[in-house]
């Protein structure tokens, strides 16, 4: 048996989608970005959403459609993709690395509150792994200290914070469509927002700060999204509650028969609905193999496994030297003894059962 940790979900439709788009000789941007765009929004519950090349330029773009630049400190979650860290020093400011939640991975409140400084303009979190972060403190803490909020929903399509989806609770929020993602595009990403200025910036900005037919008005970027990758969008967004609940599904599954000692499931916090962009688990020290052996004895049972990551943002050598004491020292913890394990919507009951009864006779 050969279980992939990840694998897009692609039919005849989405074949049948770009070739229509080919046929059609409108291979650069046209309709079908504009439709994705007014799709997806309306799935999102947002007045707009724009997209973009991929996840990474949604951050950039997001960012600097809030001004933020040289001199600004945005705080973000240490433990998450490079990404998140990146499109803020590519704005010329500095990311601030917050620790999270040992249970959710999620940026902590706390956190946030400690690392503002006079500098601070803004707050990216993160709903890591398909998990909403806990958006009501930090959005109060925003509040308070005027900074804009930002979502990074590269992980969480459709995923929902008190019945409200995200994409939703900051000034923008920021989507990937990369190929293992939830939905997908091959190379893509989404920005949503309900206001429309930072709407219209963003298009500036993406579209090479052209405000008229070559007339540049301000320094922008070509981060368009193609029809090609818009055709799949569309066909891939009306598939996404059913990928989605497939996920949960699976996610059920290894809750009730993952039962290996030393193996901590996923926490789900109160009043969110997860969907499981990884199903990460983490290894205590009960548990009878290292992460690194346990990845080998998957791989000769052909499941694949994978680590989601192996080193927090803030000890990146981009980043930092190591310091002392580690500012953020559960994300570097989780570091070292998380695990994702394959929950993608095309996994059978044969399948996590395989997984499962591999996992639990480990010893
Ligand atoms: C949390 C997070 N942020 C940002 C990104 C960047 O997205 P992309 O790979 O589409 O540039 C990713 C995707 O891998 C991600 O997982």
Redesign the pocket.
């Known amino acids: 048996m050969q279980i992939p940790v990840a694998r897009p979900v692609i039919g005849p439709d989405e074949v049948a989608a770009v070739s229509d788009v080919l046929k059609s000789g409108m291979l650069a941007q046209g309709d079908k970005v504009a439709e994705f765009e007014q799709k997806f929004a309306t799935y999102c519950g947002t007045a707009q959403a724009v997209a973009v090349s991929?996840?990474?330029?949604?951050?950039h773009a997001a960012l600097m459609a809030c001004d933020i630049g040289p001199g600004d400190e945005v705080i973000v979650p240490a433990f998450?993709?490079i990404?998140?860290a990146t499109a803020v020093s590519m704005c010329g400011a500095k990311p601030v690395f917050a620790d999270v939640n040992e249970q959710s991975f999620n940026i902590r409140p706390d956190q946030v509150n400690e690392r503002i400084t006079p500098k601070t303009k803004a707050v990216l979190g993160?709903h890591?792994f398909g998990q909403p972060f806990d958006v009501d403190p930090i959005q109060e803490i925003c509040e308070d200290h005027n900074l804009v909020l930002l979502e990074?929903a590269?992980?969480a399509h459709g995923a929902q914070y008190h019945g409200v989806k995200v994409g939703n609770f900051g000034k923008a929020g920021?989507f990937?469509?990369?190929a293992t993602?939830n939905m997908i595009t091959g190379?893509?990403?989404m920005i949503t927002t309900s206001d429309k200025p930072t709407a219209d910036r963003v298009r500036l900005l993406i579209n090479h700060g052209q405000s008229e037919k070559y007339l540049h008005t301000v320094l922008g970027y070509n981060y368009r999204m193609t029809d090609i990758a818009a055709a799949i969008g569309i066909v891939q967004l009306k598939k996404l509650d059913k990928f989605n609940q497939r996920r949960r599904k699976n996610a059920e599954y290894y809750a009730a028969n993952l039962t290996a000692k030393g193996l901590i499931k996923p926490v789900v916090s109160d009043n969110v609905t997860h969907v499981y962009h990884q199903y990460v688990v983490r290894l205590t020290d009960e548990f009878p193999l290292s992460r690194t052996a346990f990845m080998d004895y998957l791989k000769g049972k052909g499941i694949g496994s994978a680590v989601h990551y192996p080193i927090p943002i803030h000890r990146q050598p981009l980043y930092a030297p190591v310091a002392e004491p580690d500012p953020c020292p559960v994300s570097t913890q989780l570091s070292s003894s998380v695990l994702s394990l394959p929950v993608h919507p095309s996994l059978d009951t044969k399948d996590l059962a395989y997984v499962c009864e591999n996992v639990n006779k480990v010893k």
């Open positions: 991929n996840g990474t330029t949604a951050l998450s993709f990404a998140t993160v890591l990074d590269a992980q920021c990937s469509f990369y993602k190379e893509g990403g």
